[in-house]
C-alpha cells in the first residue's frame, strides 16, 4: 500500500524543513512524497533540491498555479499512491507512527478513507530539546487506539500575579486548540450525515482518501479561496457515499495562522464560502448550521 502525501507551499522555506523531516521519520516507509511549489523565491526550491538527494521518495515541482487548491489537484495528478494525504506545509506530523496507524486502519477494514484528530500549536517550540515528546487526547471513555503511542506531558506555569495555569505540549509546542473529532464511539452512516449537515466535519487534513475516489470525484474546486476542502468533504461523503473509518488518536499538528484562520477577513470570507457550500448542497437551515459549525469549535480551546 503506498501512500501519497502531498505538500503545497510557496515561500514556505521557513517551516518546509519541519514537515519534510516529521515525513521522513514516519517508520512506515511505503510513501512517496510531493512538493508542488508555486514558484517559490525564497530558497525553497533550494532546500527541496537538497533534500531530495538524501530523501529519494521525495519529488518536487516549481511552477505558476492558481492557488492552493489547484496545486493540490497537481500533486493528486502526479500521485502514484493508492492513498492521497495532504500535509500543509507549515504543520506536522504527531509522532512517527502516524503512516503506521492509517496503514493499518486501511488494511483491516472496508473503507475509502480514513480521518483522526488534530491539535493547533503555536508557531514556535517553547521545549525544543524534547522534540521526541507527542501527547494523546483522546475522550475519556476510550481506550488508547495503540500500546506504543507515548504520553505527552502538561507543566504548570506561571501566568502573571502569582497565577499559574497547566499547560499541554506536543513535540515541545504550545496546544492551542484540541480538535478531538468524534467523543464517544464508531459512528455510522447514518449518525454522519446528521453531523454533516449540522456543519460537522472531519478534520480535513486527517482525511485519507484512496486515489481512485479522489479522481472520480474529479479533484479540488478551483473557484473557491478557502473552503474547497469543506466542499470537497461534503462531497466524498454525500455524492460519493464514501465509507470511512475513525482513528480516536491525534496524529497532525497544525500551526496556528493558517490560510482559513489567519485574519478576521479569511475568517469571514471563509464564512461565506462555507454557506455558499451549504445551500449548494440544498442544507435545510444552511444559517443554523454555519452558526453551529462555529460554535462547535469553541470547546476545542478547554477539552484536555
Known amino acids: 500500500m503506498l501512500f501519497s ?140 487506539a495503540l500500546p506504543y503511542q507515548s504520553l505527552g506531558f502538561s507543566l504548570t506555569m506561571p501566568i502573571g500575579s502569582g497565577s499559574r495555569r497547566k499547560r499541554h505540549f506536543i513535540q515541545g509546542y504550545p496546544i492551542i486548540r484540541n480538535w478531538v473529532t468524534h467523543r464517544l464511539s464508531q459512528p455510522d452512516t447514518s449518525q454522519l450525515l446528521r453531523l454533516l449537515h449540522r456543519g460537522w466535519m472531519p478534520p480535513h487534513p486527517t482525511l485519507l482518501v484512496k486515489r481512485d475516489v479522489l479522481q472520480r470525484a474529479q479533484g479540488y474546486r478551483t473557484d473557491k479561496k478557502i473552503s474547497s476542502d469543506y466542499e470537497m468533504i461534503l462531497r466524498l461523503f454525500l455524492q460519493e457515499h ?9 496524529t497532525y499538528c497544525m500551526t496556528i495562522g493558517g490560510l482559513s484562520n489567519g485574519s478576521w477577513k479569511n475568517i469571514l470570507l471563509k464564512s461565506r464560502e462555507d454557506l455558499q457550500i451549504m445551500k449548494q448542497y440544498h442544507f435545510q437551515h444552511p444559517l443554523l448550521s454555519l452558526v453551529w459549525k462555529n460554535i462547535s469549535k469553541i470547546p476545542q480551546f478547554f477539552y484536555r
Not at 464514501?242 to 491525534?250: A, C, H
Open 5 to 144: 502525501i502531498i505538500t503545497v507551499t510557496r515561500n514556505g522555506a521557513k517551516t518546509l524543513m519541519r514537515a519534510l523531516d516529521s515525513v521522513a521519520q514516519q517508520t512506515f516507509q511505503d510513501y512517496e512524497h510531493l512538493v508542488i511549489d508555486g514558484c517559490s523565491t525564497d530558497g525553497t526550491v533550494e532546500l527541496l533540491h537538497r533534500y531530495a538527494l538524501q530523501h529519494p521518495r521525495l519529488r518536487y515541482i516549481s511552477e505558476p498555479d492558481r492557488g492552493v487548491y489547484d496545486a493540490i489537484n497537481k500533486g493528486i495528478h502526479m500521485a502514484q499512491g493508492e492513498i492521497i494525504a495532504l500535509l500543509h506545509a507549515d504543520d506536522f506530523y504527531a509522532d512517527a507512527y502516524v503512516l503506521q496507524r492509517y496503514a493499518r486502519a486501511f488494511e483491516a477494514h472496508p473503507v475509502d478513507a480514513v480521518y483522526s484528530d488534530l491539535v493547533y500549536v503555536g508557531n514556535s517550540p517553547i521545549f525544543p530539546e524534547k522534540p521526541d515528546i507527542v501527547i494523546r487526547y483522546l475522550p475519556r471513555r476510550m481506550r488508547p
Open 242 to 250: 464514501i465509507r470511512t473509518r475513525y482513528l480516536p488518536v491525534t
